[in-house]
T-cell receptor, first 112, second 113 residues
Framework: EADIYQTPRYLVIGTGKKITLECSQTMGHDKMYWYQQDPGMELHLIHYSYGVNSTEKGDLSSESTVSRIRTEHFPLTLESARPSHTSQYLC???????????FGPGTRLTVT | KQEVTQIPAALSVPEGENLVLNCSFTDSAIYNLQWFRQDPGKGLTSLLLIQSSQREQTSGRLNASLDKSSGRSTLYIAASQPGDSATYLCAVRSAGNTGKLIFGQGTTLQVKP
């Protein structure tokens, strides 16, 4: 059973605020991913990491940034939130790049 | 560019019925394909991972098939139950790719008691 956690689960915040979405996993996985999902739409990869100090941008352009200082932790930051950032953000991890990905419960972000 | 399409977008069936969800992809050079379940407002639960060299995978009442050459996969659910109501997502991982999944938009299933 996968153990991957995201906080907060829900966040409503005003325009211009800085926010950090947390993601952590206890499986020791090197590979971690952030996906964005708008309501009724498919998931799009926005960031990924192959290990500590390794981060790459995904297929969908995003104004967010990520860091990977510890294996188990992969936070996502928005320096200045805007209404266009309203979406669900899902974090995932896998043992190897081509193996099964395990997902966290997601953070539903609303920017007013 | 890989594109994944799922048909139908929504499906409503009575309890006990067997059903098939469809997934198609444009580039047959995939490494594997993963089916997920997503409950409203929740994350994704992995159901089945099928490698490109495999034809099918089974888990309980679920059976996933893969025809790589035609760019198709199906998820068969036997004896559906109200608890199966959810959105089912198909995602492919392309060969030579670095683990990134390309997702379809999903099929939202409702099983009525």
């Amino acid at each position: 059973e996968a153990d991957i956690y995201q906080t907060p689960r829900y966040l409503v915040i005003g325009t211009g605020k800085k926010i950090t979405l947390e993601c952590s996993q206890t499986m020791g996985h090197d590979k971690m991913y952030w996906y964005q999902q708008d309501p009724g739409m498919e998931l799009h990869l926005i960031h990924y990491s192959y290990g500590v100090n390794s981060t790459e941008k995904g297929d969908l352009s995003s104004e967010s940034t990520v860091s990977r200082i510890r294996t188990e932790h992969f936070p996502l930051t928005l320096e200045s939130a805007r209404p266009s950032h309203t979406s669900q953000y899902l974090c995932a991890s896998s043992e190897y790049s081509l193996r099964e990905q395990y997902f966290g419960p997601g953070t539903r972000l609303t920017v007013t | 560019k890989q594109e994944v399409t799922q048909i139908p977008a929504a499906l409503s069936v009575p309890e006990g019925e067997n059903l098939v969800l469809n997934c198609s992809f444009t580039d047959s050079a995939i490494y594997n394909l993963q089916w997920f379940r997503q409950d409203p407002g929740k994350g994704l639960t992995s159901l089945l991972l099928i490698q490109s060299s495999q034809r099918e995978q089974t888990s309980g009442r679920l059976n996933a098939s893969l025809d790589k050459s035609s760019g198709r996969s199906t998820l068969y659910i036997a004896a559906s139950q109200p608890g199966d109501s959810a959105t089912y997502l198909c995602a492919v991982r392309s060969a030579g790719n670095t683990g990134k999944l390309i997702f379809g938009q999903g099929t939202t299933l409702q099983v009525k008691p």
